[in-house]
């Protein structure tokens, strides 16, 4: 039972646009929700995360928007650039230590020059 | 260098044979975390440990050994490699007091089962 569902698969943006990659949830015990960011050859790296008491977050150009009641949470990347080209993954999970992150499918990113 | 390693980074197998993954932290994490990627499938949860000598299982454990006799080492044990252990595999670990869950992860290795 996939628990996170990610959309859409891949995404092509022209540079200097904004790339929009979604995510809904079933678990309504899930109170974290982070997106990570992978290179070919790399781990993932955490790139931003929200806590369900809030509806936005903002680091820079990477924005988390977040729909509580319909289980829905979104990345925007504004002004996408060539170096935003990877893999994103949404995540949700809840936050005592050592519950595991369970992780969308992924979304490959090409942002073109 | 702080972080995580993980090696070896790329190993070829034969199934039926018994393969280690090595995971190696330089934190003192309490948690660490054994994921695989697969295309289509994301990153699953194969095990993970709470601290030295406390493992459980995830949502893909079948086939799969963990032991955890220090802190700072976490390696996965294949006992009969098959060809669906194929994928990318990554360790984690649990990062300090942020209030979430945020998990921070090594390079991964790449395992192929022939």
Known sequence: QQQVKQSPQSLIVQKGGISIINCAYENTAFDYFPWYQQFPGKGPALLIAIRPDVSEKKEGRFTISFNKSAKQFSLHIMDSQPGDSATYFCAASMRQAGTALIFGKGTTLSVSS | ???????????????????????????????????????????????????????????????????????????LTLESATRSQTSVYFCATRIGTDGGNTQYF???????VL
């Open chain 2, 106 to 112: 090594g390079p991964g290795t790449r395992l192929t």
């Open chain 2, 1 to 75: 260098d702080a972080g995580i390693t993980q090696s070896p980074r790329y190993k070829i197998t034969e199934t039926g044979r018994q393969v280690t993954l090595m995971c190696h932290q330089t934190w003192s994490h309490s948690y660490m975390f054994w994921y695989r990627q697969d295309l289509g499938h994301g990153l699953r949860l194969i095990y993970y440990s709470a601290a030295a000598d406390i493992t459980d299982k995830g949502e893909v454990p079948d086939g799969y050994v963990v032991s955890r006799s220090k802190t700072e080492n976490f390696p």
